[in-house]
């Protein structure tokens, strides 16, 4: 059964200040690998998408990277700014699936203060 | 609008009642899933729909909970006899394709 493990749980840091959070997960047959973003009382956000097959992706300040050999995916964040807090999911698809049966990490939950 | 929407936004029910939870696709997603998020758990899937059918409804907890969708569109998830510790965040998400779309969610809660 796969398990994703995201660290730090939480973590706290001034504006502008570029950024790394950490995904593991235990089986490496995985599809594709997800970043969402989850703001308080609201649902999930999908910010990156990375298939098996990529080693990236990218969209403005974000940066998402894989490595299936060793289990993990970072999401670099750029110069953080205040409107960046927001807790963070990483989420892999198992391989062979053909639809959104995702399991999800606990997430990390990011401020950034001005 | 054009996402995903849930109904209700919260409700608050009583030990062994049964509780009902909405959710409205974007139009022309043939796939929906429900997910819930709880304290300590995180985000587990629950059902999966294609059209009207539930190729995998292998995370409902039990048979207290089931699901249905129909026109291909509006999905309603049922609890029954409902217990404590099944209060959390009911998510329903769906997509076209490999990217999910998540609705604000339902936060159940039950006394």
């Known amino acids: 059964k796969q398990e994703v493990t995201q660290i730090p749980a939480a973590l706290s840091v001034p504006e502008g200040e570029n950024l790394v959070l950490n995904c593991s997960f235990t089986?490496?047959?995985?599809?594709?690998l997800q970043w969402f973003r989850q703001d308080p009382g609201k649902g999930l956000t999908s910010l990156l998408l990375i298939q098996s097959s990529q080693r990236e992706q990218t969209s403005g300040r974000l940066n998402a990277s894989l490595d299936k050999s060793s289990g993990r995916s970072t999401l670099y964040i750029a110069a953080s700014q205040p409107g960046d807090s927001a807790t963070y999911l990483c989420?892999?698809?198992?391989?062979?699936?053909?639809?959104?049966?995702?399991?999800f990490g606990q997430g990390t939950i990011l401020t950034v203060h001005p | 609008g054009a996402g995903v929407s849930q109904s209700p936004s919260n409700k608050v029910t009583e030990k062994g009642k049964d509780v009902e939870l909405r959710c409205d696709p974007i139009?022309?997603?043939?796939?929906l899933y429900w997910y819930r998020q709880s304290l300590g758990q995180g985000l587990e899937f629950l059902i999966y729909?294609?059209?009207?059918?539930?190729?995998?409804k292998s995370g409902l907890p039990s048979d207290r909970f089931s699901a249905e969708r129909t026109g291909g569109s509006v999905s309603t998830l049922t609890i029954q006899r409902t217990q404590q510790e099944d209060s959390a965040v009911y998510l329903c998400?769906?997509?076209?394709?490999?990217?999910?779309?998540f609705g604000s969610g339902t936060q159940l809660s039950v006394l």
């Open positions: 139009s022309g997603h043939t796939a």
């Open positions: 729909f294609q059209g009207n059918s539930a190729p995998d």
């Open positions: 998400a769906s997509s076209r394709n490999e990217k999910l779309f």
């Open positions: 989420a892999s698809l198992p391989g062979g699936t053909s639809y959104g049966k995702l399991t």
């Open positions: 089986d490496s047959a995985i599809y594709n």
